[in-house]
């Protein structure tokens, strides 16, 4: 089992940064990559982004492309996701998710990710 912690929500204006961390504990050796997700009321869960675990290879949601950084830091067992040039359309609650078994590509569907956290909010005020 994999445990998820995020934090570093909050409230900002457009135009501004966040960023966002996923602490992760358990079998956090046996991580392959890790994601982050959003979803704003009434809408579908979105695929950010998401990195290898061991590579670092990381690929973007086009809507993020340019402003979202995803990193990790493996001593400490945290993703990170760096948030610039932040839009009113960004407002969701953001996800990390983690999945264990390898693939071919990097994952982008929410349901090849078993490991969640509960989310944080991210507010963008125009």
């Known amino acids: 089992q994999v445990q998820l912690v995020e934090s570093g929500g909050g409230l900002v204006q457009a135009g501004g940064s966040l960023r966002l961390s996923c602490a992760a504990s358990g079998r956090t050796f046996n991580i392959y990559a890790m994601a982050w997700f959003r979803q704003a009321p009434g809408q579908e869960r979105e695929f950010v982004a998401t990195?290898?675990?061991?590579?670092?290879?990381?690929y973007y949601a086009d809507s993020v492309k340019g402003r979202f950084t995803i990193s990790r830091d493996n001593a400490k067992n945290t993703v990170y996701l760096q948030m610039n040039s932040l839009k009113p359309e960004d407002t969701a609650v953001y996800s990390c998710?983690?999945?264990?078994?390898?693939?071919?590509?990097?994952?982008?569907?929410?349901?090849?990710?078993?490991?969640w956290g509960l989310g944080t909010q991210v507010t963008v005020s125009s």
């Open positions: 998710a983690a999945r264990l078994s390898w693939s071919v590509n990097l994952e982008t569907a929410f349901s090849s990710y078993p490991y």
């Open positions: 990195i290898s675990w061991t590579g670092g290879s990381t």
